[in-house]
């Protein structure tokens, strides 16, 4: 098993190595955004056209991709985003503890994220490593998580 904090040409060096890992990643991220068409090239489009700096975590054997997020970062604050854990491979912690070293790497910044309000599992888990609820948007909530925490 692999643990990797990945600039977005270290990703698609990742994704173009193993064909198996890349069905295996966008399996997952299709399921995560309800789509039936994903290729990890619309990452790699989306953080062209975004000014914030892309970084990938993702948690993967040779074939298989186990838990995966997306940290935008601009100046004083960042985005956890694309929080997904393979369905295989969920209650064992990979979340919360992925989190958890996510945002000890990013303490000088502002971190949030949002998030379905309907979502229980979700919430429970960014509670779980710090975050709290601090406004509700249509069906989703922001979470963000303080400094002194972190």
């Not at 890349?22 to 955004?33: A, G, L, Q, V, Y």
């Amino acid at each position: 098993m692999e643990v990797s904090f990945l600039t977005i040409k270290n990703f698609e060096k990742l994704m173009k190595s193993s064909l198996s890992l890349r069905k295996s990643f966008e399996k997952c991220i299709k399921d995560m955004r309800r789509q039936t068409k994903f290729e990890y090239t619309d990452i790699l489009k989306e953080a062209t056209n975004d000014t914030r700096t892309t970084k990938i975590f993702i948690i993967h054997t040779q074939t298989e991709c186990i838990f995966i997020t997306r940290v935008l970062t601009e100046p004083g604050n960042s985005e956890i985003n694309m929080v997904y854990t393979n369905p295989s491979y969920r209650h064992q912690g990979y979340c919360v503890n992925s989190l958890k070293k996510i945002i000890k790497k990013l303490r000088a910044n502002e971190i949030y994220l949002t998030v379905n309000k309907n979502n229980k599992a979700a919430i429970h888990c960014y509670e779980t490593v710090g975050f709290v609820n601090t406004k509700s948007i249509g069906t989703l909530i922001e979470m963000t998580i303080e400094k002194n925490k972190t």
